[in-house]
């Protein structure tokens, strides 16, 4: 079974550019989350959708984010225009059930490293 | 204070040793307990999982909760070079997982 898949693996942009990360979770999973971690800094929760909703955007820094979930399957997370202190690595992550209860195991990606010049 | 506060270590022990790795944490809400394992350029992956107070083992890892002290312990025996891995715990309550900081541990040959 694959796993949560993100691309780009790297990206290396230009202060102002606009980078789309992508997220490809497992099949079957309704959730799916997005984080960051900034260097020297913990993981931080971005947002979780529930199929193709937003449950919880409580994390997303500022409206130079836009995440989206058409049709409930993969993932997108836009930085437009991207600042240099956007510069991390940004994680998706799905569960089938809430994550805080045990049947509901929240499965990383390998991470999407943004770095912005 | 922060929620959840982890050192980052690095830590250094020889192989066969028994690793300490701890987090402290603020919010008394806090029900559910994780442990999760990152290794370098991947995503974490969940190790250990706790539900309120107490212990937990699964073969060398052993998953401690102190509710009363909000002191979360993570052991492993007979550490092995392929445990060299930076261990993040995490913790939440009904709502969303905060993750510490995370521990590099380094395991010597």
């Known amino acids: 079974e694959a796993g949560v898949t993100q691309f780009p693996s790297h990206s290396v942009i230009e202060k102002g550019q606009t980078v789309t990360l992508r997220c490809d979770p497992i099949s079957g999973h309704d959730n799916l989350y997005w984080y960051r971690r900034v260097m020297g800094k913990e993981i931080k929760f971005l947002l979780h959708?529930?199929?193709?909703?937003?449950?919880?955007e409580s994390g997303m820094p500022n409206n130079r984010f836009l995440a989206e979930r058409t049709g409930g399957t993969y993932s997108t997370l836009k930085v437009q225009p991207a600042e240099l202190e956007d510069s991390g690595v940004y994680f998706c992550?799905?569960?089938?059930?809430?994550?805080?209860?045990?049947?509901?195991?929240?499965?990383f990606g390998e991470g999407s490293r943004l770095t912005v010049l | 204070q922060k929620e959840v506060e982890q050192d980052p270590g690095p830590l250094s022990v020889p192989e066969g040793a028994i690793v300490s790795l701890n987090c402290t944490y603020s919010?008394?809400?806090?029900?559910?307990f994780m442990w999760y394992r990152q290794y370098s350029r991947k995503g974490p992956e969940l190790l250990m999982y706790t539900y309120s107070s107490g212990n937990k083992e699964d073969g060398r890892f052993t998953a401690q909760v102190d509710k009363s002290s909000k002191y979360i312990s993570l052991f492993i025996r007979d550490s092995q070079p392929s445990d060299s891995a930076t261990y993040l715990c995490a913790m939440s309550g009904d709502d969303k997982i905060i993750f510490g900081k995370g521990t590099r541990l380094h395991i010597l040959p």
């Open positions: 992550a799905s569960s089938q059930g809430k994550p805080e209860i045990p049947t509901g195991e929240l499965f």
């Open positions: 919010n008394s809400a806090f029900q559910y």
């Open positions: 959708f529930v199929k193709e909703s937003k449950q919880d």
